[in-house]
């Protein structure tokens, strides 16, 4: 994934990152809620310059047939990225990284989705990535929440998420590409605001105990901005005009 | 396409009854193709690309151009591979894994079309010869499904083409290396569209949408050139053409193609 210069400074004397931005800032976001005709529910998310799409089915009928659960729905998480969104073209079947991406998130949104309310059925999400740019998981995961809410699934709240991590020995808000290969850690974080639970979290990388901390306090800081905006889409879609599609 | 889509008879019957008055669902003209919204270089990352909105049928095309070794018989030119998927959320139908049949012909027919009307000149993407070729790649994906993929996925495919930059690459100990700053509009010779046709009674429609698409008897994608020639034909459907309805979607295809080539050309900006 590009980018591999030698020279890239990830932090200057004034505390400016390789792109622009302050330690804590995120990069700029825009999340659209709907959008798709045939999706039950979608979203659209740039997040710097990742760009990704998300549509949502469901609740539906299960197929195939076993999987079903007679006791809860069930949710199916498909994360995949497009042969063009990345520097080298991506062979389109879906690797091991997508393979365990897909999991991660599922993990992430089955704590916020009542699936108890709806047994026999499943809700699938589908994310596809159209551009990547570091971050994807992240940002898939807070657009697949607005999908779902777009979808009019009953949610106990939207999941956040944003990274933290560290570059040039200091704790940095969503973490760049750049940053991603050259810097020293990377955490991803999924978080709901209102009942104050974190579903995702990874990390790349090393931290002392002191760094951890103030990393997760930065990533929720990132996931609250990335809330608001959430809330922002849907507001802008079903309050605005009453223009809906 | 993805012939899923319960369309009840009542509609069908409603589509046929439309047609003898010389109506369609949508209020088009029989040989009026739906708006065309063309998005030139929605991927940045991408050597080129288009979102390409047909109606309510919607495709992304990315361009990826790279090295790669010729195809054995084929030494003296590059290589073209045109791609099409369905977004699993494109349609409640789609399911994830392998592509079925129709999505096979979709991608074959896009690639022909292309391949066939020599848009690209391959003979200018040789960087050694027998060893080393550039090869483009255009993945079509799926976003949104009303009707006529083929002519959705071929106008994104051949915009995002337009709009392709290609690197320069030289032999370095064997192994093409990468000319830093050298950029390239990519050899184009011509500009391929495709006009998709669909039969219902005796009617012939173009472009047909979503409930169309699951009421016609058959189909047929023919592909014209800047010259207006024919580079590619693919009929499809159970049903079949009279000579006479063969010789008249081909004019159809000419007529309504050069409309549409006029509208990428203004949208791409191109002279050709």
């Known amino acids: 994934m590009g980018g591999r210069d030698t020279e890239l400074v990830l932090l200057d004397e004034n505390g400016i990152r390789c792109d622009g931005r302050k330690v804590d800032e995120p990069r700029r976001i825009m999340i659209k809620a709907g959008g798709l005709k045939n999706a039950d529910g979608s979203a659209y998310i740039e997040f710097g310059d990742n760009k990704i799409l998300v549509g949502v089915f469901g609740p539906r009928d299960v197929h195939p047939k076993h999987m079903s659960n007679t006791d809860t729905g069930i949710l199916r998480v498909r994360y995949h990225m497009e042969p063009f969104s990345v520097t080298e073209r991506k062979n389109p079947a879906p690797s091991r990284r997508e393979i365990e991406i897909s999991k991660v998130i599922k993990e992430a949104l089955e704590p916020a989705i009542m699936l108890d309310k709806f047994p026999r059925t499943a809700v699938d999400v589908y994310i596809e990535v159209l551009q990547a740019d570091g971050g994807t998981r992240c940002a898939a995961l807070s657009a697949a929440s607005v999908a779902l809410a777009d979808a009019g699934i009953p949610m106990r709240d939207m999941v956040a998420a944003c990274a933290a991590g560290k570059a040039a020995d200091t704790i940095i808000l969503d973490v760049n590409n750049e940053e991603d290969q050259a810097g020293q850690a990377d955490m991803p974080i999924g978080y709901m605001p209102s009942t104050d639970k974190i579903t995702l979290l990874q990390l790349d990388g090393v931290l002392t105990p002191e760094e951890f901390k103030k990393c997760v306090e930065t990533g929720i800081k990132g996931c609250k901005i990335v809330y608001e905006l959430q809330k922002k889409a849907l507001t802008e879609k079903y309050f605005a005009n009453g223009d809906s599609k | ?272």
């Not at chain 2, 990468?178 to 046709?197: D, F, K, R, W, Y």
């Open chain 2, 1 to 272: 396409m993805t012939s899923v889509s319960v369309i009840d008879e009542l509609k069908k019957f409603q589509i046929l009854e439309l047609l003898e008055q010389g109506k369609r669902v949508d209020g088009r003209a029989f040989d009026e193709p739906r708006k065309l919204v063309i998005e030139p270089n929605a991927i940045p990352k991408a050597n080129g690309s288009a979102r390409v909105r047909l109606g309510d049928s919607e495709v992304i095309c990315g361009v990826k151009i790279q090295p790669d070794r010729p195809f054995p018989d084929m030494g003296d030119k590059g290589i073209f591979i045109c791609t099409a998927e369905l977004l699993p959320f494109s349609h409640p139908s789609v399911e994830t894994g392998p592509p079925g049949p129709d999505v096979i012909e979709l991608a074959r027919v896009v690639d022909r079309g292309i391949r066939e009307s020599h848009m690209i000149d391959l003979s200018q993407l040789v960087i050694e010869k027998n060893k080393s070729v550039v090869g483009v790649f255009a993945d079509n994906v799926v976003v949104d499904y009303d009707g006529n993929l083929f002519d959705t996925c071929a106008y994104a495919a051949t915009a995002a083409i337009l709009s392709s930059k290609t690197p320069k690459w030289e032999m370095k100990n064997d192994v093409p290396t990468l000319i830093e700053g050298a950029e390239l509009n990519i050899p184009i010779t011509t500009i391929p569209v495709s006009v998709t046709m669909g039969k219902i009674g005796n009617h012939i429609i173009v472009d047909p949408n979503g409930d169309e698409w699951d009421s016609m008897e058959a189909r047929i994608t023919i592909t014209t050139d800047s010259n207006g020639n024919i580079c590619a034909l693919q009929k499809g459907g159970n049903g079949g053409f009279t000579f006479d309805e063969v010789i008249q979607c081909g004019k159809i295809s000419v007529k309504v193609g050069a409309t549409i080539r006029e509208k990428l050309k203004q949208v791409m900006g191109t002279k050709k």
